[in-house]
């Protein structure tokens, strides 16, 4: 796209947004400033949640607390109560601690350039351009979701998100204009919620329609690339369902921190990556054997049909080996519990899968 070109996408903008724009209790249209700490409010609440959900929320912080000043000497608690329904509440908690360093760092007005505010509890990237552009007319490039959408779909441009980012806003920088970089920011978030949505943008409603690679070749929907999603390795280990001669069953507490810290467990080996049914029963017979104590028992032990469960990071299976202790041992492992009374230990949903599989009983094969 040549200079001209790039001036004639914020001219018809700026246009659209002056015929379409929409006036929201926080925006103003044609006003010539927005109140920073109005902006600032409405971004914070506007993360993850809807324009009609907002609305009454800022109406209402707006009346109990008209200034940064009032909010930084609100007790965290009212805020919190107030906040009830918008979610997340780290949000309300930085929304507090950002009110009170904007009036004890900046006495009490919020800094005016992206950097600044980029230091404030809570501010992202994001924030800090939309502040710093709706709020102070700096031309900072405000780059959310929806402006992803319009800029890769101007270009067809091919990078992959989130690797891509950087480029992206390094495209979305050109069209930036210093004249109202705010209402330029501003109509560009409306275009993107409005017309230039995900599924079937509504490009005959575009200003930009002329500049847009992707509607001239029809493929506007496959903008923004995405990386495929990782495949999820596969983890194996053996489990250990070791029975004594009173029908008790050995429990073990898994370690404070990791994955189900903490929580009980019949013991396992490590959870990793592992080849073959062979990697795992020699490392069942070593394991039985140094760990335990228990050589003989290895005969007889009994295998059923592996338990599958999923991780956000990985599958796990776990190839469960029924064991009858003929000689007690005690040292770390032994918490021995009746599987009646599993209930009362915290037993991780996986493991009462292992439990349930081994109770199911008709499945037992020999090792
Ligand atoms: S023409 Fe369509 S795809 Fe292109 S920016 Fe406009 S709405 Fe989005």
Same mark, same amino acid.
């Given at each position: 796209?040549?200079?001209?070109?790039?001036?004639?996408?914020?001219?018809?903008?700026?246009?659209?947004?002056?015929?379409?724009?929409? /006036?929201?209790?926080?925006?103003?249209?044609?006003?010539?400033?927005? /109140?920073?700490?109005?902006?600032?409010?409405?971004?914070?609440?506007?993360?993850?949640?809807?324009?009609?959900?907002?609305?009454? *929320?800022?109406?209402?912080?707006?009346? %109990?607390?008209?200034?940064?000043?009032?909010?930084?000497?609100?007790?965290?608690?009212?805020?919190?109560?107030?906040?009830?329904?918008?979610? *997340?509440?780290?949000?309300?908690?930085?929304?507090?601690?950002?009110?009170?360093?904007?009036?004890?760092?900046?006495?009490?007005?919020?800094?005016?350039?992206?950097?600044?505010?980029?230091?404030?509890?809570?501010?992202?990237?994001?924030?800090?351009?939309?502040?710093?552009?709706?709020? @102070?007319?700096?031309?900072?490039?405000?780059?959310?979701?929806?402006?992803?959408?319009?800029?890769?779909? %101007? *270009?067809?441009?091919?990078?992959?998100?989130?690797?891509?980012?950087?480029?992206?806003?390094?495209?979305?920088?050109?069209?930036?204009?210093?004249?109202?970089?705010?209402?330029?920011?501003?109509?560009?978030?409306?275009?993107?919620?409005?017309?230039?949505?995900?599924?079937?943008?509504?490009?005959?409603?575009?200003?930009?329609?002329?500049?847009?690679?992707?509607?001239?070749?029809?493929?506007?929907?496959?903008?923004?690339?995405?990386?495929?999603?990782?495949?999820?390795?596969?983890?194996?280990?053996?489990?250990?369902?070791?029975?004594?001669?009173?029908?008790?069953?050995?429990?073990?507490?898994?370690?404070?921190?990791?994955?189900?810290?903490?929580?009980?467990?019949?013991?396992?080996?490590?959870?990793?990556?592992?080849?073959?049914?062979?990697?795992?029963?020699?490392?069942?017979?070593?394991?039985?054997?140094?760990?335990?104590?228990?050589?003989?028992?290895?005969?007889?032990?009994?295998?059923?049909?592996?338990?599958?469960?999923?991780?956000?990071?990985?599958?796990? *299976? %776990?190839?469960?080996?029924?064991?009858?202790?003929?000689?007690?041992?005690?040292?770390?492992?032994?918490?021995?519990?009746?599987?009646?009374? @599993?209930?009362?230990?915290?037993?991780?949903?996986?493991?009462?899968?292992?439990?349930?599989?081994?109770?199911?009983?008709?499945?037992? %094969?020999?090792?």
């Amino acid at each position: 796209m040549g200079n001209a070109k790039m001036t004639e996408v914020a001219d018809a903008m700026l246009s659209w947004y002056d015929e379409n724009g929409r /006036d929201l209790p926080w925006r103003i249209k044609g006003a010539p400033h927005h /109140d920073p700490y109005h902006v600032w409010l409405s971004e914070i609440m506007l993360q993850q949640t809807t324009v009609v959900t907002v609305k009454p *929320y800022f109406e209402k912080f707006i009346q %109990l607390w008209p200034t940064v000043k009032d909010m930084a000497c609100a007790p965290l608690d009212d805020i919190l109560t107030q906040w009830a329904g918008l979610g *997340y509440y780290a949000r309300a908690r930085n929304l507090h601690k950002c009110a009170e360093e904007v009036c004890r760092k900046w006495g009490g007005e919020f800094p005016a350039t992206e950097e600044d505010l980029l230091s404030l509890p809570g501010i992202g990237p994001y924030t800090a351009a939309a502040i710093a552009a709706i709020a @102070f007319d700096e031309a900072a490039v405000v780059i959310d979701g929806n402006i992803e959408r319009i800029v890769t779909r %101007l *270009y067809r441009f091919d990078g992959t998100l989130p690797a891509a980012r950087p480029d992206i806003k390094a495209l979305a920088a050109q069209h930036t204009p210093n004249n109202r970089p705010g209402d330029y920011a501003q109509s560009l978030m409306d275009l993107g919620s409005r017309i230039c949505k995900p599924k079937k943008p509504l490009c005959h409603e575009c200003p930009i329609q002329v500049n847009c690679a992707a509607f001239e070749a029809g493929d506007m929907e496959q903008f923004p690339k995405k990386a495929p999603k990782k495949v999820k390795p596969t983890r194996r280990a053996p489990v250990f369902w070791i029975e004594n001669e009173r029908g008790e069953v050995l429990l073990r507490r898994r370690e404070e921190t990791g994955l189900l810290g903490g929580m009980m467990e019949f013991p396992s080996a490590d959870w990793v990556e592992r080849e073959d049914k062979a990697d795992i029963l020699s490392e069942v017979a070593e394991i039985l054997a140094e760990d335990v104590g228990l050589v003989n028992e290895l005969k007889s032990a009994k295998t059923v049909t592996p338990i599958k469960h999923t991780f956000t990071h990985f599958h796990l *299976y %776990l190839h469960p080996y029924i064991i009858r202790a003929e000689t007690e041992f005690g040292g770390n492992w032994a918490v021995w519990a009746r599987p009646e009374d @599993f209930r009362d230990y915290a037993l991780p949903t996986l493991m009462t899968k292992v439990a349930k599989k081994v109770a199911e009983g008709q499945e037992v %094969l020999p090792l």
